[in-house]
């Protein structure tokens, strides 16, 4: 199981940090130089939809739909490796998942307006 084949991104790639929240469970993403809106797939995986184990809906996507990154979103923090997911991603994890906490067309609505609003 390689994670990290998919498209990778440095910092410099990186424009602004964001961190959100969604039925009180964070949920953070970075806008790329280039106005791409990226959400971090573990927080997608784990805070929100609630599976052990997000990595396995992630290895299974697409590859055009995820990045890797070795980022910070604290100063304090020492920087880590994070997969990063576009919409489409998003919506991949979502359906993909058995189980989800949340109402899934819902918690896309939320995530395409937040899209919206940052470009």
Known sequence: MNLHK???LNT?????????????????AV???SNQFLFVGYDIGKNTIGIKNPY??????????????????????????????????LHHMVYRARKVKVNRLDFI???????????
């Open 56 to 89: 396995s809906l992630i290895e299974n996507m697409d590859k055009r739909s995820k990045y890797s990154a070795v980022i910070t979103f604290n100063q304090d923090i020492n920087p880590q490796r994070y997969i990063l997911v576009d919409l489409e991603g």
């Open 31 to 33: 806008l790329t130089t």
């Open 109 to 119: 609505h939320w995530a395409i307006s937040l899209e919206k609003n940052i470009l």
């Open 6 to 8: 998919d498209r990778k």
């Open 12 to 28: 410099i790639d990186i424009k602004k940090y964001f961190s959100f929240l969604y039925n009180d469970k964070q949920i953070r």
